[in-house]
């Protein structure tokens, strides 16, 4: 390769290119026709010997080679951008900010509620504007910056954002404190017995893949109430000998209202990522947030 013919602009199309792995949505990241970006790929091609983008069944693939760049490509462009941004470094006591978050119910209990606290203490001026996580325009609505971090589990996010993985979560099963017959130790049979309150997003269902763990063990779960909030179970069974499976970080606090027990059948459990778009990576004063957030995060 000439690098004498490199231009950091081809660099930074190629990265676009590489994560939209299409030329019309690259030209639309980068604000440039997509004449321009197709003149930018032909010149990248020749300069790489590769030809990077191929068409596929729908819309484009990556070659090889262009798989292998992606990773090295974007440390050594972060690492142009960390450069350029230090002379705007964010002063958290002071500089005003407004940050969307888009998330679900558990997660604004369980992540940004703490943030808020902290924020109030340490970063006065931030800002958080809730959102509803709408995941079929997700990616638009980050592009167009109606949202800035996405708090969710990453199997399910758009393709091209950045993400970085904050904990994995854990089901435990609550009820009130003196609940007579939830005890440290449950048998699958004792489990099944209780009366249930499970949570169904969409609302209206009786059962979740426990259910169909415990039919294996011939047994069947007594559901009593279906929520479609997780936030509204915990006061629930605190009044009633109502029980519940929960995230362990939705109910870790209130250890002097609940009972929490370990699940005698296996749950599946979920990871927990934060994801943004390029138009906000380099900016000091999300970085902070985003920093602040993981801290948060791992505590």
Known sequence: MDTKRL?????????ALLVEKNVTRAARRLHLSQPAVSAQLARLRDLFGDALLIPAQRGMTTTALADSLLAPLRDALDQVRGTVSRHGRFDPARTPLTVAIACTDYLQAALV??????????????????????????????????VDLALMTPGDAPPGLRSRHLFDERYVLIGRRDHPKLRRKLTAAQFAQLEHVIVSLRGGDFTTPVDGALTTLGLRR??????????????????????????????????????????????????????????????AGHRWVRETLGALADG
């Open 7 to 15: 231009d950091l602009n081809l660099l930074v199309t190629l990265e």
């Open 113 to 146: 509620q703490p943030l808020v606290l902290q924020l109030r203490q340490h970063a006065p001026g931030v800002r958080i504007a809730l959102r509803t996580l709408d995941m079929p325009r997700l990616g638009t609505h980050m592009a167009h910056g109606e």
């Open 222 to 283: 007594n559901v009593v109430l279906s929520a479609t909030s997780f936030l509204f179970v915990p006061n629930m069974v605190a009044r009633s000998n109502l029980v519940a499976l929960v995230p362990w970080r939705l109910v870790r606090d209130q250890q002097e209202t609940l009972r929490i027990v370990e699940c005698p059948v296996p749950v599946a459990g979920f990871a927990v990522s934060m994801l943004w778009h390029e138009r906000s990576h380099a900016h």
